[in-house]
C-alpha cells in the first residue's frame, strides 16, 4: 500500500528563524569558540577578529586579520581545524 504524502515548505517561516536573535546568538557563539581557537593557535601578536553580519540569515565571519593570514590558513590550516573542533561541517566550495 503507498501513501502520497505532500509537504508544503514555509519559506517565509523559515527566513523568521534564520535571522531570530537565538539563531544570532548561537552563530555568534560559535565565531567567538572558534576565533578563541584561532588566537589560541597563532599566538597573542596576531589579531583575530569576528565580525557580525545579516543576509537572508544570522552569520559571523572569523578573520585572521594581519599580513600572515593567508600564510596560516594555507600551511597550517588554523581556521579550519578551529571550525572543525568546535564540531562545524567544514565544506569547500
Known sequence: MSYRIT??????????????????QMVNQAADRIAGAVRASVGPDVPV??????TDREAAAVTIADRRG???????????RAASGIGADVRIR
Open 7 to 24: 509537504v508544503e515548505v514555509n519559506y517565509a517561516g523559515i527566513g523568521e528563524v534564520a535571522r531570530s536573535d537565538d539563531v544570532r
Open 49 to 54: 577578529t569576528v565580525t557580525e553580519y545579516t
Open 70 to 80: 593567508l600564510g596560516l590558513q594555507a600551511r597550517d590550516g588554523v581556521l579550519t
